[in-house]
């Protein structure tokens, strides 16, 4: 069993910032990839950012310079800094790891979703 704990997501004015945590935990083998992932009331779910083991970091365009990715391979955990937040920015960010755990081969884990929301 893989669980992805999100934590950070509320209400933030435009112009401020937000931190988003989520740790992996269960019966993990290795992990190849995670990041974070959003959607939007009526719009598809999209990549936010993402970090491969050993690779760069991967943004969307529009949070560019804004957005920054870490992880802390050791707790396995990534987190999201979320810089010069706009109202478009609002929405549900999910956490996503590419992982194989002792008893399943690689495969997409997602968390349960943290709400962002961007309003003055």
């Known amino acids: 069993q893989v669980q992805l704990v999100e934590s950070g997501g509320g209400l933030v004015q435009p112009g401020g910032s937000l931190r988003l945590s989520c740790a992996a935990s269960?019966?993990?083998?290795?992990?190849?990839?995670m990041g974070w992932y959003r959607q939007a009331p009526g719009k598809q779910r999209e990549l936010v950012a993402s970090?491969?083991?050993?690779?760069?970091?991967n943004y969307a365009d529009s949070v560019k310079g804004r957005f920054t990715i870490s992880r802390d391979n050791a707790k396995n955990t990534v987190y999201l800094q979320m810089n010069s937040l706009k109202p478009e920015d609002t929405a549900v960010y999910y956490c996503?790891?590419?992982?194989?755990?002792?008893?399943?081969?690689?495969?997409?884990?997602w968390g349960q979703g943290t709400q962002v929301t961007v309003s003055s």
């Open positions: 269960g019966s993990i083998l290795s992990i190849n990839a």
């Open positions: 996503n790891a590419d992982l194989s755990t002792w008893y399943s081969n690689r495969r997409d884990y």
């Open positions: 970090m491969p083991s050993g690779g760069s970091a």
